[in-house]
T-cell receptor, first 111, second 114 residues
C-alpha cells in the first residue's frame, strides 16, 4: 500500500527565503506526482504535475523535481512571499490509478 | 478560466438521512473524482468515474455511497444513510483526456452529520 510522507509538517520563514518542501513515497511504481496548494477551508489548487518519465517541472517561482527510483520529490519555492502561506500537498498516482496524498506541509511566510 | 463548482458549500444533516452532493466538472473533462478530507486529516480518494461508470474506488466507498452523472453536466455523490463519521469536507475533481492528467478541484462541500 502506497504511503506518502511530507517533511516538514510545518514551516515558518521570513519573506524572501528560498524554501524546499519534501515528499517521499514508498512504492516507486507511479504514473505521476502532483503538488497542490490548499488555503484554510478551501479546495486544492494544482501547482505542478510531474509525469513519471519527467525529472522536473517549473512554473514561475516554483520548481518541482522527481526522483522516482528513490521515491522522492521536492518542491522548491524561490523568494517566498506572504501570499505563499498555505498548506502544500503532494499526491502520487500509483499503479492502481488511486491517488494517495500526504498530510501536507503548513507554510507561513511572515513579512 | 473554467472551474469545478460544487453545491451546497455547507450541509448539516441528521444521522441516518440521505444526502446528495453536487458537482459540475469542467465541461470538456472526461474523468471525475470524489475525495473527502476529515478535519485535520489527509485528503482521501473515494471514487473515480469515466464513461458513465466507476473506474476505481477505495475501501471507504462502500455500499452507502453511490455516484451518478444524471445529465451532461452534473456529477453527484449520494450517501444513503449518513453516520457521524461521514462528517468531512467532500471535494469533487475532474481531469481532461486521461486519468494521469492534472486534476482540478472544486471548493468542496462541508458536511456535518449530527
Amino acid at each position: 500500500k502506497q504511503e506518502v510522507t511530507q517533511i516538514p509538517a510545518a514551516l515558518s520563514v521570513p519573506e524572501g527565503e528560498n524554501l524546499v518542501l519534501n515528499c517521499s513515497f514508498t512504492d516507486s511504481a507511479i504514473y505521476n506526482l502532483q503538488w497542490f496548494r490548499q488555503d484554510p477551508g478551501k479546495g486544492l489548487t494544482s501547482l505542478l504535475l510531474i509525469q513519471s518519465s519527467q525529472r522536473e517541472q517549473t512554473s514561475g517561482r516554483l520548481n518541482a523535481s522527481l526522483d522516482k527510483s528513490s521515491g522522492r520529490s521536492t518542491l522548491y519555492i524561490a523568494a517566498s512571499q506572504p501570499g505563499d502561506s498555505a498548506t502544500y500537498l503532494c499526491a502520487v498516482l500509483g499503479g492502481s490509478y488511486i491517488p494517495t496524498f500526504g498530510r501536507g506541509t503548513s507554510l507561513i511566510v511572515h513579512p | 478560466e473554467p472551474e469545478v463548482t460544487q453545491t451546497p458549500s455547507h450541509q448539516v444533516t441528521q444521522m441516518g438521512q440521505e444526502v446528495i452532493l453536487r458537482c459540475v466538472p469542467i465541461s470538456n473533462h472526461l474523468y471525475f473524482y470524489w475525495y473527502r478530507q476529515i478535519l485535520g486529516q489527509k485528503v482521501e480518494f473515494l471514487v473515480s468515474f469515466y464513461n458513465n461508470e466507476i473506474s476505481e474506488k477505495s475501501e471507504i466507498f462502500d455500499d452507502q455511497f453511490s455516484v451518478e452523472r444524471p445529465d451532461g453536466s452534473n456529477f453527484t455523490l449520494k450517501i444513503r444513510s449518513t453516520k457521524l463519521e461521514d462528517s468531512a469536507m467532500y471535494f469533487c475533481a475532474s481531469s481532461g483526456q486521461g486519468i494521469a492528467e492534472t486534476q482540478y478541484f472544486g471548493p468542496g462541500t462541508r458536511l456535518l452529520v449530527l
